[in-house]
């Protein structure tokens, strides 16, 4: 297993591509992405800086946006999730089996990724997006370490995840109601609900699995 840093420019269609190209100054990190129903993938971002521009409405007007939820704004910085229906690079990772690590930042429409896998594979992804035109250039290749797994969660999260077990919400049957956890928590059900859901898959995603 190696992992390897590639320097990938978007396609020309992608919201994250064309944002950034029109805000060449502006800094965005992908801290996470969540597939949803009917093709639509939900990322959550960081963008910097912030301030009183306010990005939620360029965002909307991006092509495949649907809808922009805007959960922290300051002057350093705005934390936004972007719903988009439209291509990823989600099936070409799955079908190789690659993992791409979060976050990731991107700039002037090129994205730096971090994806662990095996050296033939990492070096078969980057030759595929070669031949689809989209210009990939591998930075560096090195063994992977072993990777802390108390790291994989944001401190948001885990503190979540800590809510949700002492509430019995993991347990069989259920001690506490997602309803009842998102009042107790202090967010909405359905936030709630996506944060669960990124845990979930977060945590299943760092355990090893064997044919």
């Known amino acids: 297993m190696v992992e390897c ?4 420019r978007g396609r020309r269609e992608a919201w994250l591509t064309r944002f950034t190209h029109a805000h060449s ?10 597939e949803m129903r009917r093709g639509e993938t939900m990322f959550t971002v960081r ?8 990005w939620r409405s360029k965002l909307k007007a991006l092509a495949g946006v649907r809808a922009v939820e805007t959960l922290h704004a300051s002057d ?9 229906r439209g291509p990823t690079y989600v099936p070409l990772l799955r079908e190789l089996g690659l993992v791409r690590q979060f976050p990731f930042p991107i700039e002037d429409g090129v994205a ?6 095996p050296s033939a594979k990492v070096r078969a992804l980057a030759g595929r997006l070669r031949a689809a035109r989209e210009a990939a250039e591998i930075d560096r290749v090195r063994p992977h370490a072993a990777v802390d797994r ?10 979540v995840l800590g ?15 997602l309803t009842r956890l998102a009042k107790n928590v202090g967010v909405a059900t359905s936030t709630l609900s996506v944060t669960l859901a990124v845990i979930e898959r977060k945590v299943l995603g760092s355990v090893p699995i064997r044919d």
């Open 5 to 8: 840093r590639l320097r990938v």
């Open 150 to 159: 108390s790291a994989v969660l944001t401190p948001r999260q885990r503190e």
């Open 25 to 34: 100054r502006v800094r965005v990190e992908v801290l996470d992405r969540l």
């Open 76 to 84: 350093a910085e705005e934390l936004d999730r972007v719903f988009f």
């Open 163 to 177: 809510f949700a077990l002492r509430s019995g919400y993991f347990e069989v049957p259920r001690r506490i109601s």
């Open 47 to 54: 963008i910097s800086p912030g301030g009183a521009v306010g």
């Open 112 to 117: 730096h990724w971090t994806v662990v896998g």
